[in-house]
């Protein structure tokens, strides 16, 4: 009985934020954004920056491979976004809430005190999932169409659990911070800020390697990075593979630092496993914050 009514609450709160059809383009908007710079010009100039390194080192020819790398880093960045915008945009669900009622009117209802805040968790984690599936289905479709394709079995399948994990630590960290939010200014503000800002934060416009160590350092305190950093190992690997048989493999070793697919962390390089650790432990962690505020909202409420 119980589990039906959460699975019931669930799917109210997935299928509002599913019949919003303006706030599920906003919650693409970052990802678009990546991939309509990177088409307009990001992606000439990444390539031509590129070539002329190449160049420069003594090597002929690999555009194919280089314009491959480009593609798989622009790719990276797009689903290190969606991940993050996607489920902050199903918070707004909570918020709408709040301002009509619900949300005390849930908290006085004969239910346990678990049952709506982790309803509009997993709504928003349901959200998350969809849509990013939906996104990531369409950039290896892109890989595919373009020539780009560089990714084995095992690089698919961790795109897919990368996906999964970044989706989870999102969600929590998200819904414990709009938590705290009682209006829908609030919330857009909210939304305008870290959708600005994100695509920077994580690498997505330009490698992290380019921002001053003072910003790098500050990148580590975000999630999502690490989310990006998973990505970026899964996409760009191959690619980088096929740099280094084809063209230089010290080439390729540059560009795996610049390219932060290993993230210095106060000058010791992370791989991705301690990466996937980081992101493992947001979600225990942040799991646990909104556990506890939760249980506080509660006795609030009903004082």
């Not at 990177?38 to 002929?60: H, I, M, P």
């Not at 290190?80 to 199903?90: E, F, G, H, K, R």
């Not at 795109?159 to 919330?187: K, P």
């Not at 740099?243 to 290993?262: H, M, R, V």
């Amino acid at each position: 009985m119980i589990m039906h009514m959460l699975l019931r609450q669930t799917a109210r709160n997935l299928k509002i934020f599913l019949k919003d059809k303006a706030n599920i383009f906003f919650s693409l908007l970052a990802p678009l954004i990546v991939l309509g710079l990177y088409v307009l010009f990001l992606g000439r100039t990444q390539t031509d920056v590129l070539l002329s390194a190449l160049k420069n080192a003594g090597f002929a020819g690999g555009e194919d491979e280089i314009r491959a790398f480009a593609d798989c880093w622009m790719l990276s960045g797009v689903m290190a976004s969606a991940c993050i915008t996607v489920p902050l945009c199903a918070c707004g669900v909570m918020v709408q809430d709040k301002k009509r009622g619900i949300c005390a009117d849930l908290a006085a209802s004969p239910v346990p005190s678990w049952l709506a805040p982790a309803a509009y968790f997993l709504s928003v984690v349901a959200a998350g999932l969809v849509i990013c599936t939906v996104v990531l289905a369409i950039c290896l479709v892109w890989l595919a169409v373009s020539g780009s394709w560089a990714l084995s079995a095992t690089q698919a399948f961790g795109l897919l659990g990368n996906l999964i994990l970044s989706v989870l630590s999102s969600s929590t960290l998200l819904v414990f911070v709009v938590g705290f939010l009682r209006t829908e200014g609030a919330f857009t503000g909210l939304n305008v800020i870290l959708g600005t800002m994100i695509g920077f934060l994580i690498g997505a416009y330009m490698p992290v390697s380019m921002f001053p160590k003072s910003i790098q350092y500050f990148t580590l305190i975000v999630p999502g990075s690490y989310s990006a950093g998973i990505f970026r190992n899964c996409f760009m690997n191959g690619a980088l593979d096929r740099i280094a048989d084809n063209i230089s493999p010290q080439f390729a070793d540059t560009l795996i630092e610049q390219y932060a697919l290993k993230l210095d962390f106060f000058g010791r390089p992370i791989g991705v496993y301690v990466m996937a650790a980081v992101l493992a432990a947001s979600v225990l962690i942040f799991a646990a914050a909104n556990l506890i505020a939760a249980l506080l909202r509660r006795k609030q409420i009903m004082r």
